[in-house]
């Protein structure tokens, strides 16, 4: 997937006013760089004149893991919902830790026991729209949205036809805006079937099909309901 340097230095700028991250962040770094998650890292904490604390291959997981965390002030992270369940009940987080989830569901469990003892948020984003397209406010529990757009995106939930869904009618994902990617390299025909016209956008723009399902909810967040192919 082909992301511009521009569309990465906007999910800086986003994340610096969103979390108010600057030179006394330090951002685990987690993701294997062959993940997008990887360049979120990066980006959030390097770009605005942070810290990026590598872990070593035998702190990943675990106690190993929540310890190094502690011991070297990390106050911002990103792991999969594999890694936060792998924890043990001793573990301890930092209170002051922004603990952001992603790259699968947010069960209500994983939010009950963080979010009492963290700065918990829950981050969705495809690749082919620059890593994060919606991030939650501070979750405190219950049902963990996926959140509302970060700046620069465009979200619709429409219908087989493209119509847009009332709130709480279950639609597919679909994300326009500034951040897309350029599209897969040399891969034009999935290209052009995975990126689509915008009818909602300015003249010319495109929208990426998720394959997501999601719902609006009441309060303006998005819920994660799970995938058109499932």
Not at 73 to 88: G, I, Q, S
Not at 95 to 104: F, T
Not at 140 to 153: E, L, Q
Request: glycine share 10%; aromatic share 8%; with cysteine.
């Amino acid at each position: 997937v082909l992301v511009s340097h521009g569309t990465a230095t906007a999910l800086a700028a986003d994340h610096q006013e969103r979390f108010g991250l600057g030179p006394h962040t330090r951002a685990l770094q987690f993701a294997s760089f062959s993940f997008d998650a990887a360049v979120w890292e990066m980006c959030v904490s390097l770009l605005v004149g942070g810290a990026l604390v590598q872990v070593p291959d035998d702190r990943r997981a675990g106690l190993p893991l929540a310890e190094f965390i502690t011991r070297h002030r990390v106050n911002l992270a990103v792991l999969p919902p594999v890694v936060m369940d792998a924890f043990p009940e001793e573990a301890h987080l930092p209170e002051e830790l922004l603990m952001m989830v992603a790259g699968a569901a947010m069960a209500p469990e994983l939010a009950e026991r963080w979010a009492p003892v963290t700065k918990l948020h829950n981050l969705y984003g495809p690749t082919e729209n620059t890593v994060c397209t919606t991030a939650s406010d501070r979750i405190t529990g219950g049902r963990p949205p996926i959140g509302r757009p970060v700046a620069g995106h465009r979200v619709y939930v429409l219908d087989r036809h493209l119509a847009p869904v009332p709130p709480g009618v279950v639609g597919e994902l679909y994300v326009g805006g500034t951040s897309l990617a350029i599209g897969y390299v040399n891969r034009p025909g999935v290209t052009a079937e995975r990126f689509v016209a915008d009818p909602y956008g300015p003249a010319g723009s495109r929208m990426y099909r998720t394959g997501d399902l999601v719902r609006w909810r009441a309060d303006g967040a998005l819920d994660y309901v799970g995938r058109v192919d499932h």
